[in-house]
């Protein structure tokens, strides 16, 4: 079975702050897929990322950057100057290679205050 | 790009009665379709696979009687809550794999509100 746990439940940080959100995984699996929604007040998931257990690199796209750690089994998000529109629960989630049912992390709620 | 549409996005209905949610793959087919359920502030569960032409697949401890799910095409599949309770209250998300785009991404659609009273 596949676990994810984002152990920061809330995190509220003042506009223009850098804030990472921490996601560690659990698998058997030797290949497999990890993710991270954005999921706004509305409900809606919006995909921000999937990143294969082969590749390491880490990966930036604007203000957003990922750090994948296997030796730590750690998916890590950063948000490079936060602003308030980056206000949303924040889900990491993995999945298998070829599968594509999600295991969900419980979240982490970000508030950035104006 | 690639859709997922769901539909209603809110809807209130009477115990007793069933309801049905619409997820649809816009700009793709999908063999597989998956649903989800999200409580109040809390994660979200996979409750069934929806396979384009042959039975769902349920996930352990989810009702299959009370939930159907029927993936009638490649670009349609929809939930019956059947019988709702208070309890069925919740938010349902669908999702579903486009196999052409690029990275084969997964897509969630806007999801849909049920309110039952």
């Known amino acids: 079975a596949q676990k994810v746990t984002q152990a920061q439940t809330e995190i509220s940080v003042v506009e223009k702050e850098d804030v990472t959100l921490d996601c560690v995984y659990e698998?058997?699996?030797?290949?497999?897929?990890l993710f991270w929604y954005k999921q706004p007040p509305s409900g809606e998931l919006v995909f921000l990322i999937r990143?294969?257990?082969?590749?390491?690199q880490n990966e930036i796209s604007g203000r957003y950057s990922w750090n994948f750690q296997k030796s730590t089994s750690s998916f890590n998000f950063t948000i490079t100057a936060s602003q308030v529109v980056d206000s949303a629960v924040y889900f990491c989630?993995?999945?298998?290679?070829?599968?594509?049912?999600?295991?969900f992390g419980t979240g982490t709620r970000l508030t950035i205050i104006p | 790009g690639a859709v997922v549409s769901q539909h209603p996005s809110r809807v209130i209905c009477k115990s007793g009665t069933s309801v049905k949610i619409e997820c649809r793959s816009l700009?793709?087919?999908?063999?597989?379709m998956f649903w989800y359920r999200q409580f109040p502030k809390k994660s979200l569960m996979l409750m069934a696979t929806?396979?384009?032409?042959?039975?769902?697949?349920?996930e352990q401890g989810v009702e299959k009687d009370k939930f159907l799910i029927n993936h009638a095409s490649l670009t349609l599949s929809t939930l019956t809550v059947t019988s709702a309770h208070p309890e069925d209250s919740s938010f349902y998300i669908c999702?579903?794999?486009?196999?052409?785009?690029?990275?084969?991404?997964?897509?969630f659609g806007e999801g849909s509100w049920l309110t039952v009273v």
């Open positions: 989630a993995i999945s298998n290679f070829g599968n594509e049912k999600l295991t």
């Open positions: 698998t058997r699996d030797t290949t497999y897929y």
């Open positions: 990143r294969n257990s082969f590749d390491e």
């Open positions: 700009d793709f087919q999908a063999t597989t």
């Open positions: 929806s396979n384009e032409g042959s039975k769902a697949t349920y």
């Open positions: 999702s579903a794999r486009d196999l052409t785009g690029p990275g084969n991404t997964i897509y």
